[in-house]
């Protein structure tokens, strides 16, 4: 009896160590995290037409790139002038560093390709980082196409008023912050306790590098807008646009060290 309950203990205690070994090394291969993507299927390209070859030359282009962008961000167009031209972009979250950005847009651009079979045009959302590619272009004030994302938890022990107005007050003052970034990145955060509760409120807002600041801070305010019809009273919700993003949580999503330097803002 004894001989068997160390036997067991022994195998318990491979089996944990096994266990720690899996977990501590895939915490550190941390994989991104996918969130949804748009696939335009009024329009559809045929296999190695030149468009389809355009496309596969621009995600390739992105995926190459992803490792050089210290900004996390590039946009290239294959075809240009031709009837076949197609641009397309990749933006990684602002507090994110180059390796984790390098690794998402990998995966993103295989993705896109496997979801959005012969698309024209395709977006791809993940926590870490976006891309998208259209034969168009994308309006930077659309609401369409859109990813809204909730926690699926309502808040409670605060005035549900209360709580709506922190959070877009919140989120408009992050929106101009980051369209008015001094940095490259058009990215702010900021965090704003809820008054007369312990409630801290912590909001993101991003634009697509290339937008101006009054096409940011229209993309931004067209996703806030969104929010109330969605996601009224959820602890946390998301909206990803083409052009921008925005997501605020009653915890901090964001690495707040690496964000202070573009400024995690305390209202
Ligand atoms: C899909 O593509 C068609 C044709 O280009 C366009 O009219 C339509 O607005 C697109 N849909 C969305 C959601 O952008
Ligand atoms: C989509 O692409 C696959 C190959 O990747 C091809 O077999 C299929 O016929 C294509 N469909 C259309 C509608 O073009
Ligand atoms: C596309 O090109 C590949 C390689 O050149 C070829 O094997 C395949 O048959 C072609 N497909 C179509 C639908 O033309
Ligand atoms: C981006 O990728 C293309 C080829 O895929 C390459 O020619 C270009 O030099 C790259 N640019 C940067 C800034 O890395
Ligand atoms: C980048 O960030 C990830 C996730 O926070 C971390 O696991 C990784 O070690 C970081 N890499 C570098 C080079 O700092
Ligand atoms: C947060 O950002 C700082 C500064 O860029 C960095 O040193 C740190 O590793 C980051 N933490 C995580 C968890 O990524």
């Not at 007369?196 to 993101?204: A, E, I, K, Q, R």
Request: proline letters at 1%; one cysteine or more; glycine letters at 8%.
């Amino acid at each position: 009896m004894i001989s068997t309950s160390k036997q067991i203990w022994k195998i318990s205690y491979t089996v944990y160590i096994l266990f720690v070994f899996i977990t501590l090394s895939s915490t550190t291969e941390a994989s991104p995290t996918y969130r949804g993507s748009y696939c335009n299927d009024t329009t559809k390209y045929e296999p190695n037409s030149t468009l389809s070859i355009n496309i596969n030359v621009l995600l390739n282009s992105l995926t190459t790139n992803s490792s050089q962008q210290q900004d996390g961000y590039y946009m290239t167009i294959m075809g240009f002038g031709t009837t076949n031209a197609v641009n397309g972009l990749f933006l990684c979250r602002g507090d994110i560093n180059s390796s984790t950005c390098e690794k998402c847009v990998t995966d993103a651009a295989q993705q896109i390709k496997r979801r959005c079979n012969n698309q024209t045009e395709a977006v791809i959302w993940y926590e870490e980082c976006m891309l998208r590619y259209t034969n168009k272009y994308f309006k930077f004030y659309s609401i369409e196409p859109r990813l809204n994302l909730k926690d699926g938890k309502t808040v409670s022990g605060v005035d549900f008023k209360l709580f709506q107005n922190s959070v877009n007050d919140l989120l408009k003052k992050v929106a101009v912050m980051a369209a008015h970034s001094t940095t490259a990145k058009k990215f702010a955060t900021g965090e704003v306790e809820i008054t007369g509760t312990s409630l801290t409120v912590y909001g993101l807002g991003q634009c697509v590098t290339d937008l101006t600041s009054s096409q940011c801070e229209m993309c931004l305010g067209m996703a806030i807008g969104t929010l109330a019809g969605c996601c009224g009273g959820e602890e946390g919700a998301s909206v990803m646009l083409a052009s921008c993003i925005v997501r605020y949580q009653l915890y901090p999503f964001y690495n707040v060290t690496s964000s202070s330097s573009s400024g995690n803002l305390l209202f």
